[in-house]
Each structure stands twice: as structure tokens, then as C-alpha cells.
């Protein structure tokens, strides 16, 4: 793994730390305002990087493989779906602004299913990383090493505010800021790590790339669609989020076509 891959897959993390650090900072509860804008902008950058960083690539590598284009994109945007929607299943869990657990029946303490629900958001995050810096070290054409980074770079700007959201709760639930800020740090160590295993992956089987570039879309649209967008739009302040969406989307969009 050379530095260049190894500095990108650490920029999400970053940007997650970052953001739980917000806790030293802040009042003990959120602004629902706040809360909403910023759900809503993750959502807006997962979107566009779904589409511009991931699914359009996994298309046009395909195309020149020779391959049908809709092909990989299809199956593996599916697949993806189908990944996170069996680890939701299975995986003691509890959404933000909600009053019940999901997934397995758990003993673990809230905080602790509030921190295995933004893991696993973060899991996607990290296998769209780690499947770019693949390709684009690959010597792929559809993927430069800048498109790579303006990724990674993006997903480490929407992560600044999950880290806060992950973090803020925790204060206000009862438990001290040093550990509020160690549970949200922790939820995005997952990013690295899945990112690493991608790359294995992808290093082993060069061709199945397209494949897990748009599985790593699925994965992502997944989240958005399941859990930031039905949180970002419970009322109150609904228009606050779809302002945070169109902002997330056209960051993300920018900064993939400007760098890609």
C-alpha cells in the first residue's frame, strides 16, 4: 500500500474525529436545526458520490472491459443494497431520533447501539474509498488518483458532521464528553478498516471493479434512503435538511468533476 492510498483511506477517519471533538466545544444538547441541515448534507454527498465517484466509473470501466455497461453497475448496486440491509438486520442497533432498537434483540446500552448505527454507516464510506484508490492506482482511466482523493475528501467533509451527531447525543444521554468524544471516534474506525479489505479485494480479482465500485453505491444509497433521510425529514424543520441535501450533493458533485 503506497502513501498516497494509505493517506486517503485516513482522511474520512479524520473528518469523523473531527467532528466528535465538536463535544468539547458545544452546548450538551444540539441544535434540531442544526441536526437536521447537517443530516441533511451527509445525505447530499452520499448521493452525488454514489453516482459521480462510484456507479458512472463502475459504467464506463465496464464499457471499455467490453462487458454490457449496465451490467456490473446493476448487480452490484444490488448487492450492495442487499449487504446493508442483511448487517441491518442482524446487528443490534438504535437510530438517532428513535425510541426503539433494531435488529437482533440486545441487552447493549443505548449509547452503545447509537454508536453501532453510525458504523454502520460508515462501512460503505470506507469500501468507496478504499475501491477508488484501488482503481486509480491500477492505472485505470476512469479513475484518476485526484477523483480518488476529491472522494475521499468529500466523504471526510459529510463524516465532520456525523461525528457531532454521534457524539452530542451521547453527552446528552448522560456520558462524560472524553467518552462521548471516544464513541464517536471509535464509530469511524470501521472506514479504514473496510477500506483496507477492499482494496485486498480488488487487488486479488482486478476485474470484479466495476462490481465493487457500484456495490459500494448501493451501500451507500442504502444508508441514505433507510436511515439519514427519514431522520434528516421527521418534523419539525424539514425544509432545513432538503436545503442541507442540495448543499451536500452539489459540494460533492463539484469537487468531483473539478478533481476527477
Do not use: C
Amino acid at each position: 500500500m503506497n502513501q498516497n492510498m494509505l493517506l486517503g483511506i485516513l482522511i474520512p477517519f479524520a473528518g469523523t474525529t473531527l467532528g466528535a471533538a465538536m463535544v468539547f466545544f458545544m452546548r450538551k444538547e444540539m441544535n434540531d436545526k442544526l441536526q437536521k441541515a447537517l443530516l441533511g448534507f451527509a445525505s447530499g454527498v452520499m448521493i452525488a458520490a454514489s453516482v459521480w465517484s462510484l456507479l458512472i466509473p463502475a459504467i464506463e470501466m465496464a464499457e471499455e472491459n467490453g462487458s454490457q455497461p449496465w451490467l456490473p453497475a446493476a448487480a452490484g448496486f444490488l448487492l450492495g443494497m442487499g449487504f446493508l440491509l442483511l448487517l441491518d438486520t442482524v446487528t443490534p442497533h438504535m437510530h438517532l431520533n428513535g425510541d426503539e432498537p433494531e435488529g437482533v434483540k440486545s441487552s447493549l446500552k443505548k449509547s452503545t447501539m447509537l454508536v453501532l448505527a453510525v458504523t454502520l454507516h460508515n462501512i460503505p464510506e470506507g469500501m468507496a474509498v478504499g475501491v477508488t484508490f484501488a482503481g486509480a492506482v491500477s492505472g485505470n482511466t476512469t479513475i484518476s488518483l485526484a477523483g480518488a482523493f476529491a472522494l475521499s475528501v468529500g466523504i471526510a467533509i459529510q463524516n465532520f458532521p456525523e461525528g457531532a451527531i454521534i457524539s452530542m447525543p451521547l453527552r446528552s444521554e448522560g456520558v462524560s464528553k472524553g467518552r462521548s468524544f471516544l464513541y464517536g471516534t471509535l464509530s469511524g474506525i470501521v472506514e479504514p478498516i473496510a477500506a483496507v479489505i477492499t482494496i485486498l479485494l480488488t487487488g486479488l480479482v482486478v476485474p470484479i471493479l466495476p462490481y465493487l465500485l457500484a456495490f459500494a453505491a448501493g451501500a451507500m444509497i442504502y444508508v441514505v434512503v433507510e436511515e439519514l433521510i427519514p431522520e434528516a425529514q421527521a418534523e419539525p424543520h424539514t425544509n432545513i435538511s432538503t436545503v442541507g441535501v442540495a448543499i451536500g450533493f452539489t459540494l460533492m458533485m463539484i469537487l468531483d468533476v473539478a478533481l476527477g
